[in-house]
């Protein structure tokens, strides 16, 4: 957060003027001589501008058992900007905002349900503090914001019932979307947690790469509840031209069972064995998935490394439920932290990027606390 005084010189000028003037008046009117009006000083608009710069970042406090740490203070902590030791300014513990993005779109999805996802989301607004606000965002064929900022539950659950699936994944468009949500007004202690695969079907890459680095520019902590994993399983064997899961009847039941002996039991036996795909074009189809998420799963990855953030990859359906509190506990164990830069933001030229990391000074404190903070200089 940059933060600007300004002082007008403007303001000084006039007044000195004014004084001048003052003198030359009553000099004159001593002397009885008349004297005409002086022209007027053109106005000077030139500005003085002070700035004070302020980084804001979010910093994870336990206790050796595992524990949300209290009290913690700016003596605890030490803070390393590109190897640099600052000083925190403030330590706070405040109610967090947080915003559900939900991936409920998409082509050829095998693991990933409209169900799922909400069940996911349920999980992280019931572990949430009381006083923690939640807001509700879903995208498919485009991004939107289902429900506003409320710490009421109740609210938020309603607002998860009201999202649905689509046929595509506008993902790149949601990134905009809740950066600009979560920015657009001053509120701290500010987490974005997606439920998702991170795939965009306009394969929008550069865009993407723009819209994560973005989202790094800001004091917003990532969470990502990725389906990667468990998509990229149900794919490979069939991107790989076989499959054990076994391909749909040609028939259905009630016709199957009115054929002849012979021909029904043919129609009606189980599949043996893994089958073979021959179509060249669904196997393209398939691989060019298959690299989607593997390149994404370490994007996702990557985003919520350097915004301090959790990423949680399931195996299963049900352990993804499971972990789903688990984010919200490491968001509740927040603190916001604030300090000074040493070396100027105002002086960064063109894109430059800042490795922060905080440790703990005080016995039985565990800090987690490494962001990676890119600077636009074009912004300040």
Known sequence: MIRS???SRSVTLLFVALVVLSFSTIGNAQSGRIQPSPTPTPRSDETLRILTEEIKLNVLAFDEKGDFFRDVTARDLVITENNILHQPESVRR??????????????????????????VAFGIVNALRPDDSVAIMQYSDKPEIVGEWTNDKAQAVAAIKRTSFGRRSAFVDSLKLAT???????????????????????????????????????DISVHVISYTSMETADIAPRAAGTSKTPPPKALPPEIAAQLPNGARDAATAPQIGPTINMDRAMLKTLRARQADLETSQGQLEKIAENTNGEFILPASLDEMREKAPLVAKMIDANYVVTYTP?????????????????????????????RKLVIDHSKY
């Open 5 to 7: 005084t300004t002082i």
């Open 94 to 119: 405040l109610p967090a905002n947080v915003l559900i993005m939900m991936d409920t779109g998409g082509e050829l999805r095998a693991v990933k349900s409209l169900d799922q996802t909400r069940r």
């Open 180 to 218: 600009d949500f979560l920015t657009r007004n001053p509120l701290e202690n500010k987490h974005l947690v997606m439920i998702t695969d991170g795939i965009d079907s306009g394969g929008k890459s550069s865009a993407k790469f723009d819209a994560y680095q973005r989202l790094i520019g800001t």
């Open 342 to 370: 040493k070396i100027s933001v105002s002086e960064t030229r063109g894109i430059a990027e800042r490795n922060i990391e905080v440790t703990s000074k005080r016995p039985g404190l565990i800090i987690q606390a490494r």
